[in-house]
C-alpha cells in the first residue's frame, strides 16, 4: 500500500492564543480500491468534538483499542490554563473518494491528498493548505457545527431540531420550512419566510401545512431568498404530489387523485381538478417506459393496480394483478409476498403501447416483507432481514454510462438483518435494525452476491435517499448528507462542486430574530467551530450600520454615526487578507472570513454588539435573538 503523509498546521487565528492546533492526515491507499481509510491527529483548544462516523468515545482514559491498521484516531488536549486536564479520543473511519477514478468530481479536502498520477511517483508528500475554506470544511467534518454562543468546554444537550425531512428541504420543529440546494442556490438550510405549521414536503415544491392545506413555493424573480407562496385551493389533506414541468398529481387521504396543468409558467404552480375513472386510491407511484415516456400507477384499497400516461390521463386497469399491498416505480408487491413489474425500457422494434403491456412476475425470489425501487435497481427485503437485488447495474461515466439489466435476482450476503433498503445513481445502501448504514457500489455489467458492503454511519435513525445526494437524521436528530455537492445539495456551507462519499454533517437550521421579528435571509446561518455567520447584507443595516463593499479591494465596511446613546462606529473587513479592523484596531476573530453562495459572511455576535446589541442563543428552538434598544 502506499502512504500518503499530509501535515496543516492552522493559523493562528483558528484557536487559542496559548495553543496550537495541528491538523496530521496519514492516508493507506489501496490502489485497487476506491475508498481511502485515512489517519487524522489533532490538537486544538476546542474541547467539543463532532466526531464523523464509526466512532467510540473515552474520556479521561486510554483510547479504545484500534482493531484494524485502517482505523483513525482524533487525540484532543485542552490548554495547559484550563482548569483541569480534559483528554478527548475517537476512533471512526472516513471515506474520501480523492483516490478515485480521474474523471470523477472529489472533495475539495481531496486536495489535502495526492493525486493518482502523483501516488504512481511518490508515497508522500507534505501539502500546506492556505485557503480558509478547506480549514472550515475539515473542522465542519471533525468537530461539527457548534451552537453561535457556545464556548470552548462547554457540554450541552439539544432536543432533535428537525421533525421531518428529505434532501433538499426540512421541517422544524415549530413548524418552519426550510430548503438548500437546487437552483435556489443555498448552499445551507434557509428559511421560506411565512410559511409555517408546515408537516411535509412533497415533489415539485409543494408543502403540506398541519391544517391540511397544500402550499406551493417558488423563489420570487430570481432573487435567493426570496419566496412566493401561493395556496392550492379544492385540495384538502394531500399525501403525496407527482410533479413534471407542465402536468403534476396529488393524492388525497380520502383516496381522490387531482390532475393539474401550469396555470403560470412564472410561479411553476399547477391548476388541478379532480381526475375521472379512479377513485379509492391508497398509494401513487411514477416511473419511465422508454420510449413510451412517464407512467402514473395507482394503487386501489381493493388491491387492485391502475395506470396512465403522465402528460394524457386516462386510467387503465392492469388486469392481470390482484392482491396488491405496494406499489414503487414499475414493481407491484402482492399480499402473498411476490413481486411484478413493468419493463422500463424497449427497442423501437418491440414496444408495445403501454395500455396492452403486461407486467411480469419477478422469479426466483423468497417472500418479501418490503421492495424498493428507483426505476432502474430493484431491492427487496424478505422476512429474515436478508437484503435482495435486480434491475440494472451501471459502467461507465458521463456519455459513456451503460445501463446492464440483471432479471434474475440475486442475495447479497454482506449485510444482515435489514430494515430498510434504498437505490441511488450508483450505489444501494441498506440501513440494519442496529440503526447501522452500510453502502454497496453497483457499478459493473453486473451485481454480485458478495458485492462488498462499507459502513457509512451508526446510530442512524432514518434517511431520505436521492440520486445523487442523500440525508441521513442520527439517533441525536443531526443530519448527515453525502455525495455530489452540486448547487449546495449537501447543506454543508460549501458551493464548489465536490463529491463526498462519506455523510458529513449539515449545517443547522438556525433562525435570526431581531426585536422579535425573524430576518429574511438569502442564504441562511453557517457556523463555523461555534461561531455564527450571516451574509453581509442581511441584519446589519437594521442595526443602524451603513454597509460598503469594495469588489476591487474586497473590503467591507461597516459604519454607525455617532448618537446621544452611542459612540460612532467603524467595521472594516477585508476578505483578501483576512483580517478585522474595529474603529482601526486589528482584532484577532476565532475563524477566517469567507463567502458562499455569492454572499460575503461576517461574524454575527462581533458585529452586532459592536453596534450595541444584544446577542442570546436559545439552543432548544435553534434560534439567534437579537435585541437592539
Given at each position: 500500500m502506499n502512504a500518503t503523509q499530509t501535515t496543516y498546521a492552522a493559523p493562528r487565528s483558528g484557536c487559542s492564543p496559548r495553543t496550537n492546533a495541528k491538523f496530521h492526515i496519514k492516508s493507506l491507499r489501496q490502489p485497487s480500491k476506491r475508498r481511502t481509510n485515512v489517519k487524522f491527529h489533532i490538537k486544538s483548544p476546542a474541547v467539543r468534538l463532532f466526531p464523523s462516523n464509526e466512532c467510540e468515545i473515552s474520556?479521561?482514559?486510554?483510547?479504545?483499542?484500534?482493531?484494524?491498521?485502517?482505523?483513525?484516531?482524533?487525540?484532543?488536549?485542552?490548554?495547559?490554563?484550563?482548569?483541569?486536564?480534559?483528554?478527548?479520543?475517537?476512533?471512526?473511519?472516513?471515506?474520501?473518494?480523492?483516490?478515485?477514478?480521474?474523471?470523477?468530481?472529489?472533495?475539495?479536502?481531496?486536495?489535502?491528498?495526492?493525486?493518482?498520477?502523483?501516488?504512481?511517483?511518490?508515497?508522500?508528500?507534505?501539502?500546506?493548505?492556505?485557503?480558509?475554506?478547506?480549514?472550515?470544511?475539515?473542522?465542519?467534518?471533525?468537530?461539527?457545527?457548534?451552537?453561535?454562543?457556545?464556548?470552548?468546554?462547554?457540554?450541552?444537550?439539544?432536543?432533535?431540531?428537525?421533525?421531518?425531512?428529505?434532501t433538499s428541504?426540512?421541517?422544524?420543529?415549530?413548524?418552519?420550512?426550510?430548503?438548500?440546494?437546487?437552483?435556489q442556490q443555498q448552499t445551507v438550510p434557509t428559511q421560506v419566510q411565512g410559511l409555517h405549521d408546515a408537516?411535509?414536503?412533497?415533489?415539485?415544491?409543494?408543502?403540506?401545512?398541519?391544517?391540511?392545506?397544500?402550499?406551493?413555493?417558488?423563489?420570487?424573480?430570481?432573487?435567493?431568498?426570496?419566496?412566493?407562496?401561493?395556496?392550492?385551493?379544492?385540495?384538502?389533506?394531500?399525501?403525496?404530489?407527482?410533479?413534471?414541468?407542465?402536468?403534476?398529481?396529488?393524492?388525497?387521504?380520502?383516496?381522490?387523485?387531482?390532475?393539474?396543468?401550469?396555470?403560470?409558467?412564472?410561479?411553476?404552480?399547477?391548476?388541478?381538478?379532480?381526475?375521472?375513472?379512479?377513485?379509492?386510491?391508497?398509494?401513487?407511484?411514477?416511473?419511465?417506459?422508454?420510449?413510451?415516456?412517464?407512467?402514473?400507477?395507482?394503487?386501489?384499497?381493493?388491491?387492485?393496480?391502475?395506470?396512465?400516461?403522465?402528460?394524457?390521463?386516462?386510467?387503465?386497469?392492469?388486469?392481470?394483478?390482484?392482491?396488491?399491498?405496494?406499489?414503487?416505480?414499475?414493481?407491484?408487491?402482492?399480499?402473498?409476498?411476490?413481486?411484478?413489474?413493468?419493463?422500463?425500457?424497449?427497442?423501437?422494434?418491440?414496444?408495445p403501447n403501454w395500455r396492452s403491456e403486461l407486467s411480469q412476475q419477478v422469479g426466483e425470489l423468497p417472500s418479501l416483507k418490503s421492495v424498493e425501487s428507483n426505476g432502474s435497481a430493484n431491492l427487496g427485503i424478505d422476512g429474515q432481514g436478508r437484503l435482495w437485488f435486480w434491475g440494472k447495474s451501471v459502467t461507465g461515466f458521463s456519455d459513456g454510462t451503460e445501463r446492464h439489466e440483471q432479471e434474475a435476482p440475486v442475495r447479497l450476503t454482506g449485510v444482515d438483518s435489514v430494515k430498510a433498503a434504498y437505490a441511488m445513481d450508483r450505489s444501494i445502501v441498506a440501513l440494519t435494525e442496529e440503526g447501522k448504514l452500510y453502502e454497496a457500489s453497483i457499478e459493473g455489467e453486473t451485481m454480485k452476491a458478495d458485492a462488498k458492503f462499507v459502513l457509512l454511519a451508526k446510530d442512524v435513525a432514518g434517511l431520505s435517499?436521492?440520486?445523487?445526494?442523500?440525508?441521513?437524521?442520527?439517533?441525536?436528530?443531526?443530519?448527515?448528507?453525502?455525495?455530489?455537492?452540486?448547487?449546495?445539495?449537501l447543506g454543508t456551507g460549501e458551493d464548489k462542486q465536490f463529491t463526498s462519499e462519506a455523510p458529513i454533517p449539515m449545517q443547522a437550521p438556525i433562525e435570526v430574530v431581531l426585536n422579535g421579528e425573524s430576518v429574511q435571509l438569502n442564504n441562511g446561518v453557517v457556523t463555523r467551530n461555534g461561531q455564527a455567520f450571516v451574509p453581509l447584507r442581511s441584519i446589519f443595516e437594521r442595526l443602524g450600520a451603513k454597509i460598503a463593499w469594495d469588489g476591487t479591494s474586497k473590503i467591507a465596511t461597516l459604519e454607525r454615526a455617532a448618537s446621544e446613546q452611542n459612540a460612532a462606529v467603524s467595521v472594516q473587513l477585508n476578505f483578501l487578507d483576512g483580517t478585522t479592523r474595529l474603529n482601526g484596531t486589528t482584532v484577532e476573530l476565532p475563524n477566517g472570513l469567507f463567502s458562499s453562495a455569492g454572499s460575503s459572511y461576517l461574524p454575527l455576535r462581533f458585529i452586532s454588539e459592536s453596534l450595541g446589541a444584544k446577542v442570546d442563543w436559545i439552543q432548544q428552538e435553534g434560534k439567534i435573538a437579537i435585541t437592539m434598544p
Open positions: 474520556h479521561k482514559k486510554p483510547p479504545p483499542a484500534v482493531e484494524t491498521p485502517n482505523e483513525c484516531e482524533i487525540s484532543h488536549e485542552t490548554p495547559r490554563t484550563a482548569p483541569h486536564k480534559h483528554r478527548m479520543n475517537v476512533n471512526f473511519r472516513i471515506k474520501y473518494s480523492a483516490l478515485c477514478h480521474s474523471s470523477r468530481t472529489f472533495l475539495p479536502l481531496a486536495r489535502l491528498l495526492t493525486s493518482n498520477s502523483e501516488q504512481k511517483n511518490r508515497s508522500t508528500k507534505e501539502i500546506v493548505m492556505k485557503k480558509a475554506y478547506a480549514i472550515a470544511l475539515l473542522s465542519g467534518m471533525l468537530l461539527g457545527s457548534l451552537p453561535p454562543s457556545v464556548s470552548a468546554g462547554a457540554e450541552t444537550t439539544s432536543p432533535p431540531l428537525v421533525a421531518a425531512y428529505g428541504w426540512l421541517v422544524k420543529s415549530d413548524g418552519t420550512f426550510w430548503v438548500w440546494g437546487g437552483f408537516e411535509q414536503a412533497f415533489d415539485g415544491q409543494y408543502v403540506r401545512t398541519k391544517d391540511g392545506s397544500l402550499w406551493h413555493w417558488a423563489q420570487q424573480g430570481g432573487s435567493p431568498g426570496s419566496f412566493k407562496l401561493e395556496r392550492i385551493e379544492g385540495i384538502a389533506d394531500p399525501v403525496n404530489v407527482i410533479a413534471g414541468y407542465n402536468e403534476g398529481y396529488v393524492l388525497d387521504k380520502e383516496g381522490r387523485v387531482y390532475y393539474g396543468v401550469r396555470d403560470d409558467a412564472s410561479s411553476g404552480a399547477f391548476e388541478f381538478s379532480l381526475l375521472e375513472g379512479i377513485s379509492d386510491v391508497e398509494e401513487m407511484t411514477v416511473y419511465y417506459n422508454y420510449p413510451n415516456g412517464s407512467l402514473v400507477v395507482f394503487l386501489k384499497n381493493d388491491g387492485s393496480v391502475w395506470r396512465t400516461a403522465f402528460a394524457s390521463p386516462s386510467v387503465e386497469q392492469a388486469a392481470e394483478i390482484q392482491d396488491a399491498v405496494r406499489v414503487d416505480a414499475e414493481l407491484v408487491y402482492l399480499k402473498n409476498g411476490s413481486v411484478r413489474e413493468w419493463k422500463t425500457e424497449y427497442d423501437s422494434s418491440d414496444m435517499a436521492g440520486s445523487k445526494s442523500s440525508v441521513l437524521q442520527k439517533s441525536d436528530g443531526s443530519l448527515w448528507a453525502w455525495g455530489l455537492n452540486k448547487y449546495g445539495t
